[in-house]
C-alpha cells in the first residue's frame, strides 16, 4: 500500500503541488502545458487535490539557485503532501542536488512522485532504479555542457561571434555571424585610444565623450569600467580572442582578469581592425606605466631603503625626510626616525643618518659580498643540502595527506549508502563537510607537486646569475638597483653610534634562477647565508 492509498484509507484527502520547467535547449513554451497536463491527469487518477502549481521558465536544472518557483515550492513544502514532476530530471540534474531538496521535502512530511516514471518511494527496488534515472540525467547535463562549449570553441576558431553584446564599434552580420565595422561607433573608439596616445586622463576622456553625446554598446554613459574594457580589448586591433575572461567565482565574473594564454584563442586578423596594432601596443604601454605608478615616481627623492631602516634604540621605522637647516636654509635628505616627531607620546633621541652616505654604504657592501665569487661554492652546496632535505619532509607529507584523502574518500561512499538507505537528512550536511575536505587535502597535494618539480642548480647558472646581476647593479638605473635593494637586504639598524646591515645574498640567486628556469619567483628558500655589516656613524659621516 502506498502513502497515497493509506491517507485515502484513513479518509484523508492527499494535497500536491506540481513543479513544472523547461530550460533552453532545444525545448519549447508548449512543453510546460505537457508537463502541467500529465500532472493534473496523474492527481485525478489518484483522488489527489492541487493546491499550487510552481512554474520556472527557460531555468537550467544545473542552476538551483536561479530557480525561484523551484526554492519557493522547497520553502512552502509544509503544506503539502506529495510535489508531481513530469520526470526526475525536472526536478534536478545532479545528485547531491536531488539528494538534499529531497531530505528537505521529506523533512516536512513531503514526497516526490515523478508521474512518468511512477517511482514508488517504499519499494527498495525503487532506490536503485532512481539512482541510474539520477545518474542518467546528471551525464546529460553535463554532457550537454561539454557540446555546448565545444561548439563555441568551434565558433570561436571560425572567428565567428558568440553570442552577447558585440564589443563598441562592431556590428554582427546576421549572416556569416561574424562582427563588423559599425562607422558611427567605432569614431568613439578612436577617440578614445587617441585621447589616451595623446596624454589624456580617463577624467577627460569620459567628460569629453558624454559631452559629445556619445554612448556606450548598452546606451549608457561612458565610465571608467568600459573605458577599460574598450582599451584593453586585442579585437579592436584585428585580433579576435575568446574565452580572456576568468570564470565565475559563485555568480559573479572579474573581467578584469584573464586567464592564461594557453586557454585563450588568439586569431590575428580574426577582426576587421579599427586601431592599428602599433597604436594599440602603444596605449597598452601607456595603461601599464599608468598602472605600476607609485607615490615615490611623484617625490622629490625617491628613498631605496624605504622599508628597510628601522630604529635600534626605538623600533620604530627610519622613514624618509626632506628639509631646510641652518642660516643658509641648505636642504637635508635623510632617514629619520619616525618617533622623532613631535606627535609622539616618547621622543626618541636617536639621530637622522644622511640619506646618501647611508645608501652609498648599503650597496658597497653589496657589491662587496654579494659579487664576491668566492662565496658561490657555498650557496650552491648550501642550496643542495636544503632541497634534498626538503625533498624527503615533502613526499613524507604527500604521502600522509595522500592517505587521509583515502580514508576520507571511503567515508563519504559509506555516507552515500548509508544515506540512500535511510534517508537521514543529517547526514546529508555531514556529507558536504567531508567532501569540502578532502577537495582541500587533494588541492594541498596538487601543490606539494609543484613544489618538489624544483630543479638543483648548477654552477654555471649561479655564476651566470652573479654576472647578470653585476651588470644590473653597475648601469646605475634605479629600477634595478631597487631590485637588488629589495632581493638582498633585509634590515639596516641604526643605533646611535653604529649602523648594522644585514643582507641575504640567497635571495637574488633564488629570484634570478627562477626566473630563467620559468619557475614562480620566491619559490627557491632563503637558506642560511646571512650575512652582517656594521660601520661606525662617524665613519660614515666622514665616507663622503
Do not use: W
Amino acid at each position: 500500500m502506498t502513502k497515497i492509498d493509506r491517507m485515502l484509507a484513513a479518509g484523508k484527502i492527499p494535497t500536491a503541488a506540481i513543479y513544472a520547467r523547461f530550460s533552453s535547449d532545444n525545448q519549447r513554451e508548449e512543453s510546460i502545458d505537457a508537463q502541467l497536463r500529465a500532472c493534473r491527469e496523474f492527481a485525478e487518477r489518484n483522488q489527489l487535490k492541487i493546491v499550487k502549481e510552481y512554474v520556472d521558465r527557460a531555468k537550467s536544472a544545473t542552476s538551483t539557485d536561479k530557480r525561484t518557483e523551484f526554492l519557493a515550492m522547497i520553502s512552502e513544502a509544509d503544506k503539502f503532501d506529495f510535489v508531481l514532476v513530469h520526470k526526475l530530471d525536472r526536478f534536478a540534474r545532479n545528485r547531491s542536488d536531488s539528494i538534499g531538496y529531497r531530505m528537505e521535502l521529506k523533512r516536512h512530511g513531503t514526497s516526490l512522485i515523478s508521474v512518468l516514471e511512477n517511482l514508488d518511494e517504499e519499494n527498495p527496488e525503487s532506490v536503485i532504479l532512481e539512482s541510474v534515472l539520477e545518474g542518467m540525467n546528471e551525464y546529460y547535463s553535463r554532457n550537454l555542457a561539454r557540446e555546448v562549449r565545444k561548439g563555441l570553441n568551434e565558433n570561436a576558431l571560425k572567428c565567428m561571434h558568440n553570442g552577447g553584446l558585440p564589443p563598441l564599434g562592431y556590428i554582427v552580420n546576421p549572416n556569416t555571424k561574424r562582427l563588423e565595422i559599425d562607422k558611427e561607433e567605432a569614431l568613439a573608439v578612436k577617440f578614445i585610444f587617441q585621447s589616451v596616445l595623446d596624454g589624456k586622463g580617463y577624467t577627460y576622456i569620459i567628460k569629453e565623450l558624454n559631452e559629445r553625446g556619445m554612448k556606450t554598446k548598452r546606451g549608457k554613459a561612458f565610465g571608467k569600467n568600459s573605458l577599460y574594457d574598450i582599451l584593453r580589448n586585442e579585437k579592436y586591433c584585428g585580433t579576435y580572442t575568446y574565452n580572456r575572461a576568468e570564470s565565475k567565482i559563485g555568480t559573479t565574473r572579474n573581467n578584469h582578469r584573464s586567464k592564461s594564454d594557453e586557454d585563450i584563442i588568439h586569431i590575428e586578423n580574426g577582426v576587421p581592425a579599427i586601431i592599428s596594432k602599433e597604436a594599440f601596443q602603444k596605449v597598452q604601454e601607456i595603461l601599464n606605466k599608468r598602472s605600476n605608478k607609485s607615490s615615490t615616481a611623484k617625490a622629490k627623492e625617491v628613498y631605496l631603503l624605504t622599508g628597510k631602516v628601522y630604529c635600534g634604540e626605538c623600533g620604530a621605522v627610519y622613514c624618509g625626510n626632506r628639509h631646510r637647516c641652518g642660516r643658509s636654509k641648505t636642504t637635508m635628505v635623510t632617514y629619520r626616525c619616525n618617533n622623532r616627531t613631535a606627535k609622539t607620546t616618547v621622543v626618541c633621541k636617536n639621530k637622522e643618518v644622511n640619506k646618501h652616505y647611508l645608501e652609498r654604504f648599503v650597496l658597497n657592501v653589496l657589491s662587496d659580498i654579494i659579487f664576491d665569487e668566492k662565496y658561490i661554492p657555498s650557496i650552491i652546496e648550501g642550496y643542495n643540502d636544503f632541497i634534498i632535505r626538503n625533498s624527503t619532509d615533502m613526499l613524507d607529507e604527500q604521502h600522509r595527506l595522500n592517505r587521509e584523502v583515502t580514508k576520507l574518500t571511503n567515508r563519504i561512499e559509506n555516507l552515500t549508502n548509508v544515506i540512500a538507505e535511510t534517508g537521514n537528512a543529517s547526514l546529508v550536511t555531514a556529507l558536504g563537510k567531508v567532501e569540502s575536505e578532502r577537495a582541500n587535502l587533494i588541492e594541498q597535494v596538487e601543490e606539494l607537486k609543484e613544489k618538489m618539480q624544483t630543479v638543483h642548480i648548477a654552477d654555471s647558472e649561479i655564476d651566470s646569475a652573479f654576472r647578470k646581476a653585476k651588470v644590473m647593479f653597475q648601469s646605475g638605473r634605479l629600477a634595478e638597483t631597487r631590485q637588488l635593494i629589495n632581493l638582498y637586504v633585509e634590515r639596516v639598524t641604526v643605533y646611535i653610534d653604529h649602523i648594522d646591515l644585514k643582507i641575504n645574498p640567497m635571495n637574488f640567486v633564488s629570484s634570478v634562477v627562477s626566473a630563467g628556469n620559468n619557475a614562480e619567483l620566491g619559490k627557491i628558500p632563503k637558506g642560511d647565508f646571512s650575512r652582517e655589516k656594521s660601520i661606525d656613524r662617524k665613519i660614515l659621516n666622514n665616507s663622503k
